[in-house]
């Protein structure tokens, strides 16, 4: 039986770049001061588990007034946060240590700009993702949140010049069917004028999570099972095993090794694993390990 990882698979730069900055303050505060990450680090259990081994306790802002005196470093993870938490920092006197993609400050600031500008703001996006938590926290939650082209219909207003966006981890042919369809209501709207005077769409999809479509589309093709590896809650973990799923549909979506089944791997000759873009490498080679003890059992 071959056993391959998907090589297109484990962290994004963006989170790479969060676990760095992580283990830096770490090995920075030692023992001389604490380390607490607002939230989640990332959407993965075992990283969550690695990194508090390390020290690193994870927090919700209402833990705020209680850690203040101990004036720790708090760690902003990728998805951002609104610009409250940092003026609630400040005023506790708490360190902020930001994290937070570039890719995410860069859609905060573009959001803030067109809003600014007298636009109406329309996300294509999940309202309590944390991401998006963060988008509506620079506008004073002054837009329009939709997750299909049936609530965008209902939602946007079309007399209002208006501005279309993406949370970063959502789909690509979703966003383009809410872009058309409010193309066709705005031209059904107006009369004389061009579209882009009263609707813009700006594609903040990351190109992190779709140029990866392809490659493990590719993967779930060229293997007789995929086991994916991800946390429950990763929104890229899911969409990925979705889109994977329609090409090979012998694919398991796992968060824990301990899930894995023996009967899974009977008369199968190539396996993949796979995961997200939260999915550490390092445990992905445990799986491997994992299967390959198992199927060794099986054979003895
Ligand atoms: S998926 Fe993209 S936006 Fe999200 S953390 Fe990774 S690089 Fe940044």
């Known amino acids: ?13 963006g989170v790479v770049r969060t676990v ?3 283990e830096d303050t770490l090995s920075k505060n030692q023992t001389k001061k604490k380390t607490y990450v607002l939230g989640s680090i990332i959407h993965n259990p075992k990283e969550i588990d690695r990194l508090a081994e390390k020290g690193l306790e994870t927090i919700s802002i209402n833990d705020f007034e209680k850690i203040a005196d101990e004036k720790p470093d708090v760690i902003i993870r990728a998805h951002g946060e609104p610009p409250s ?25 573009r959001v803030k700009r067109y809003h600014d500008k007298g636009f109406q703001i329309v996300i294509y ?23 299909t082209v049936e609530e965008a219909m209902q939602k946007v207003d079309f007399t209002k010049k208006t501005v279309l966006f993406s949370q970063t981890t959502m789909e690509k042919p979703v966003y383009q069917k809410i872009k058309e ?35 493990v589309l590719d993967f779930a093709e060229d293997n007789d099972i995929v086991i994916f590896v991800a946390g429950r809650n990763s929104s890229n973990g899911i969409s990925l095993f979705k ?15 301990n899930e894995l089944k023996q009967e899974w791997f009977e008369n199968v ?7 997200a873009t939260s999915t550490p490498q390092w445990y992905m080679e445990k799986v491997k390990e994992e299967i390959e003890k198992m199927t060794e059992l099986e054979l003895a």
């Open 20 to 22: 760095n900055i992580a």
């Open 1 to 13: 039986m071959n056993i391959t990882i998907d090589d297109s698979a484990g962290f994004c730069w």
């Open 85 to 109: 938490t940092y003026d609630k920092a400040e005023e506790l006197g708490l360190n902020i240590v930001d994290a937070t993609c570039p890719l995410v400050t860069g859609l905060q600031n």
């Open 181 to 215: 369809a409010i193309i066709e209501r705005v031209d059904n709207f107006i009369e004389g004028g061009e579209t882009k005077d009263y609707f813009q769409s700006k594609n903040t999809l990351c190109k992190e999570v779709w140029g990866r479509e392809k490659k």
């Open 125 to 147: 996006g999940k309202v309590n993702h944390p991401e998006v938590i963060g988008i509506r926290g620079v506008i004073n939650d002054d837009c329009v949140i939709v997750k």
């Open 269 to 275: 000759k190539n396996v993949g694993i796979s995961g």
């Open 243 to 257: 889109h994977m799923l329609v090409k090979n549909p012998n694919m398991y979506y796992i968060e824990d090794l």
